[in-house]
């Protein structure tokens, strides 16, 4: 059996024998409102210190709030700075591409060009004399070659003029031997006939 929530302290022995009574022990309230009352002030005691807690952390979430603004600040500064130096890295590099690395390849292609214009030159000059070179010999080979069969034709030609001559001379001597045969045979025979006919008129 309760009163307002309080739950009086009732021996299970008294509930057992049934003579319980039921007049509220008066010591027992009394301390009952002073733990109400103790219990009330700790209340409002944790409601300050909640207050105080709910004040710290506002407090806290100021500093916070100032502080990632100083943060945030901070990292603006560092970006821009790093952006500033970026951009002066990228104008030095590209002054000194220009003031040294441009004039070096300028004068290396002009080198270049240069020697592949001496190279093609050469080839030409080369060219230009193997071919006059080859010309020249090829000339100079049919000019002997031309020789060789004019020096030929003459031999042949003398040799065919030497030819004709030797019969020439052959059939010439021939006939003058002929005639000398043709000359000399009657005589014989005539000088024949007379001795003949000389022995037999001397035998006869």
């Known amino acids: 059996m309760t009163w307002s929530g309080i739950e009086p302290v009732i021996s299970r022995s008294r509930v057992r024998r049934a003579n319980y009574s039921a007049t509220p022990n008066l010591s027992f309230f009394s301390s009952n409102r002073s733990n109400s009352s ?10 300050s210190s909640s207050s105080s807690s709910s004040s710290s952390s506002s407090s806290s979430s100021s500093s916070g709030s100032s502080s990632s603004s100083g943060i945030s600040s901070s990292g603006i500064s560092s970006s821009s700075s790093s952006s500033i130096t970026l951009v002066v890295v990228v104008v030095v590099v590209v002054v000194v591409v220009v003031v040294v690395v441009v004039p070096v390849v300028v004068v290396v292609l002009v080198k270049v060009a ?3 214009i001496v190279v093609i030159v050469l080839v030409i000059v080369v060219l230009v004399v193997v071919v006059v070179v080859v010309v ?4 100079v080979v049919v000019v002997v070659l031309l020789v060789m069969v004019v020096v ?4 042949v030609i003398v040799l065919l003029i030497v030819v004709v001559v030797v019969v020439i001379v052959v ?10 045969n043709r000359i000399m045979v009657p005589a014989q025979s005539r000088r024949l006939n007379s001795r003949f006919l000389f022995s037999t008129k001397r035998f006869a």
């Open 171 to 180: 059939v010439v001597a021939a006939a003058a031997a002929g005639r000398m």
């Open 152 to 155: 030929v034709l003459i031999v």
């Open 38 to 47: 103790i219990s009330s002030t700790t209340c409002s005691s944790s409601s």
């Open 136 to 139: 020249e010999l090829a000339v």
């Open 114 to 116: 240069i020697v592949l």
